[in-house]
């Protein structure tokens, strides 16, 4: 009894579908897609909330011009809750802000995760998609939140060294966390070509030496529009809304938000985000 007690106190009412962007190399465009796949789904219709877990040198809140008042830090250290650290974004798209410039190498501690948990729960009721922007890399931060997530986004550039780099973060995930499933999303492709032939060479390796399911989702053309809606601020889906950049946006936003929740999660079964976390915080 006690049991079920703690599962439904820790259970949202909704199901929210929690997506985690990461990627192994830095500068690839996480932030960037993040902030404009939230935009673009909550255009769709849906109730979107994002999560700047880049805690060492986040920058969504700078990327929208936004000047939040308090961030994911104050949460972390104990002195607000995440109900009074969330600011409203463009379009209506809830956001939990990180810090910038604070000591990144800090790991979210047992103590601090548990506290994520029984916050966040509160605040998904009424969200639909939670969004998760992460550091680069493999530190336990961002494995943290990758392997936490319904679906895990890693995001490559056509570059050798964001491939292999892509790969490491992979088996990180699926040798010490279990995942099995990764969509990938070339950013910064020249054209389609380009971005399934990234996909080609990531899982010739992925299918020769992990035990990983690898499915190709789309590509984001590299598109100078993005890198002026840097500079004034706003998203290229704001700025911008027929430019390549943001067409390829639209298509990525809808198959992301249309894919439906597994099974396992709807039905109550083990793989929820609450319940990963829970389990990694027994561990
Ligand atoms: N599709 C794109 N075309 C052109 N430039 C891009 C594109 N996506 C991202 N960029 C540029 O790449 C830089 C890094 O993007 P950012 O989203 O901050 O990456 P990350 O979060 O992975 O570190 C930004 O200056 C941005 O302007
Ligand atoms: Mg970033």
Redesign the pocket.
Known sequence: MDRNRTTEAVHPKTATKVITIT?GK????????VANLGITMSQLGKRVMILDA?LGLG?LDI?LGLAPRYNFSHFLNGTRSLEEVVVSGPEGIQILPAASGIDELTSINDEQRTRILSDLNGLLASVDILLI?TA?GISSNVTYFAAAAHEIVV?VSPEPTSITDAYALIKVLSVKYDASKFKLLV??AANIKESQEVFRQLSMVTERFLDVDIEYIGY?????N??S??KRQKAVRQLYPETD?SRCLLSLARKLSDTPLPAAVTGGGGSSFWEKISRDTTD
């Open positions: 990627s830095g500068g690839v465009g996480k932030t960037n897609i880049d920058n990327l922007d680069a995001v950013n910064m984001v053309k590299y598109d100078r993005v890198v809606g840097v950049a």
